[in-house]
DNA sequence: AGCCCGGATGTGAACGCTAACGTCAGCCCC
DNA sequence: GGGGCTGACGTTAGCGTTCACATCCGGGCT
């Protein structure tokens, strides 16, 4: 497809056709696995194209076919676990049967948003994922026009798209729960961005693990996932918290450090709960207990939601939730009082 | 591109023409700002195409013009680091001209690798970044076939391949003369990979400044990259070590647990530097003194060589290096003794 | 034997675009 | 005033596939 320098140009259906000895329509019923095309007829057909060394031109095929098999993937440019690891999962998920082309904005505003849009499907994607974790993201793809099947991941309902995402909200419940059962009073809560979708499930599900168990319900300390935000907020952490359940691992590794610096020890007196179990997670000081995803899941699901809505036409798709897991490590424990 | 559910093709070239009034072909030169066309008929053409909301057929275009505007980007699925931010950096370098397609590889191994190329090829990309941190990655891309540019990123020097990348070297042995200059009498070093090109780099730079100050040279400890390699790794540090040069921040996380659980004090009993300034190193315990590298740069610079070759056909091209720069934290300082 | 049917192949026409011409004014200039 | 030039278009011919249809041939049936 690249312009050739050597000034001969690749080899033809016709040119296959011709060294085979037959027409460049059988040719192409034996690359695309026709039946009705005989087993000796097909061996000298392939032996043409082995020597020939021929690939089929995909932007011809493309232009009759109108299938392009090219999935696009806008995410945020950032480094945070969560996303990076949904891209390569979705990746991973789709790489037998189309092509990912990928966006990373530096925001998700509306605007960059629609117009990364607009640049996939004019490229001619099939379909778009898009790893938007704030409102603003979730927000602009309302505007986007009908016709382009798309599947929001790793973020929070929103009416009218399908999404698929970690169980937010179990994960956080589960984590408060595991908590409380330990003997704490009750859990603090450091938070992600107020307009991060994720974080605003964690949050509920927090708050409804407290509530089940009739627990006071602590302000909440809103963060911005960054282990900086995290050491402010859990600099601000005063007596008597025991029990601190973090937006994600990354704050967590903050208030670790915070806590730390004032002398207070993990978990004898204060016990802290991330999120994510990224791989550093195990080489904390402590160790973290923290909540696991499963990205690799996600983004198979969100591979089948995709499908799914650009063959079913553009009916709105399911939100598909997928489990996280409590794995618990040294963080955590009973309070000392 | 997507097959329309809705049974109504989207309007084409002749569409528009007819509705300004002129052939397809003015249409084309409004398309592609030929000049010699009027103002007032090109005005005609883009009312007509605003109205229709038409919107070239990339495929066709590709078909007559050759041209993908496709670059492939093929990455083993890791969430370290430098990869990723690569990944980025070079997506936002190139977004402004090319498509950028991803394969993440599961390994580097030269079937998987060959396997990737080609199937970039099948679908006409017109040029390959191959962010490969291995030998067994570097050493298959010399059984491409020639034809397509291809560019390796973050990875070492190789006779054959153009590769842009951060110069380790440097890095590595202006964090170690840092590191003697506080007078410590040796540094040591935790390695990546002994496979990993950019590990022996970093070695190759530690040991010449080492003998460049008559220091003694101790041997490598070589990691994985991983927290969990560095913990071990650092478990094994004995003294009389005062200095340790870790191949990555992640390592250098291991290695700080590592010395916590021994009693060592970081920086008054060992100090540690790392390589290359995740976000999360100054959250560390403590905060980490690391090598950090403008991966941003490397993306621009990978994408100039990848276009250089794209366009100088197939030859040769250099090797380019961007200048990592220390970052003083305080996780090393003098010696105590 | 005549007929029909279906498997195996070839032929022509799209698909939607750009490149290479052809055409037809209008203009300049000797 | 006619030849040549240039600007502003239109016409035709591909680009390399796949699709729809035509063709041919052998075999089973009546």
Redesign the pocket.
Known sequence: MAPQPDGK?PP???DVARLA??????V??V??DH????AH?RDRVLAAIRELAYR??AA??T???RRTHTLGVISVDTMLYGPTSMLYGFERAAHDAYFVSIASLPALDRRSMLGAVDRFVGQGVEGIIVIATHDSGVAALAHVPPGVPIVALGCGTHASISSVAVDNEEGAASATRYLLGLGHKTVHHIAGPASNLDAKERVAGWRKALRAAGAPEPAVLAGDWSAASGYELGGQLRQPVTAVLCGNDTMALGVLRALAERGLRVPDDVSVVGFDDIPEASYYTPPLTTVRQDFGEVGKQALNVLVERMTDGVAAGPKVRVSPELVTRQSAAAPRG
């Open positions: 140009r033809v259906m016709a000895g037959v027409s460049h329509q059988t192409s019923r690359l695309n039946p009705n095309v005989r007829t089929p031109n011809a095929r232009l009759v076919t």
